[in-house]
C-alpha cells in the first residue's frame, strides 16, 4: 500500500489548512485511518483517526474542535481538515492505515505508513 499525503504549507497563526492522503489500494478502504504528526526535536504524535466507514472519529486533545478528519471510501482519500491553527501544530503531518477497522492511536496499530507533508504555522 502506498500512501501519499498532501496539502501541507506555510499559513499565519488563525488560518486553515486541509491536507489529503491517498491511498493505491482499496484494501485501505476497509481500515481505520489516522493522522500523526511529528514535531522538530519531538516523538510522532497522534492527531486523528477515523473507523473503515467514517462513522466513528478519534482525536488528540490538543486539537479537538479545531481538526475534522473524513474520508472518500470511493476516493480512497483520507482528509484533514486543521481550522485556527495554531505555531504548535508545526509538524511533518504522516497518514497512515490501521490494522483494524476502528480508530486506535497507538502509532503500533499502524502498519502503512505516508511520507510525510510539512505544516508550517507562522505566529
Known amino acids: 500500500v502506498q500512501l501519499q499525503a498532501s496539502g501541507g504549507g506555510l499559513v499565519q497563526a488563525g488560518g486553515s489548512l486541509r491536507l489529503s492522503c491517498a491511498s493505491s489500494?482499496?484494501?485501505?478502504?476497509?481500515?481505520?485511518m489516522g493522522w500523526f504528526r511529528q514535531a522538530p526535536g519531538k516523538e510522532r504524535e497522534f492527531v486523528a483517526a477515523?473507523?473503515?466507514?467514517?462513522?466513528?472519529?478519534l482525536y488528540a486533545n490538543s486539537v479537538k474542535g479545531r481538526f475534522t478528519i473524513s474520508r472518500d471510501r470511493g476516493k480512497n482519500v483520507v482528509y484533514l481538515q486543521m481550522n485556527s491553527l495554531k505555531p504548535e501544530d508545526t509538524a511533518v503531518y504522516y497518514c497512515?492505515?490501521?490494522?483494524?477497522?476502528?480508530?486506535?492511536?497507538?502509532?503500533?496499530?499502524?502498519?502503512?505508513w505516508g511520507q510525510g507533508t510539512l505544516v508550517t504555522v507562522s505566529s
Open positions: 489500494k482499496r484494501t485501505s478502504s476497509n481500515n481505520a
Open positions: 497512515a492505515v490501521n490494522r483494524r477497522a476502528v480508530p486506535t492511536l497507538e502509532p503500533s496499530e499502524y502498519h502503512y
Open positions: 477515523i473507523s473503515w466507514n467514517g462513522g466513528e472519529t
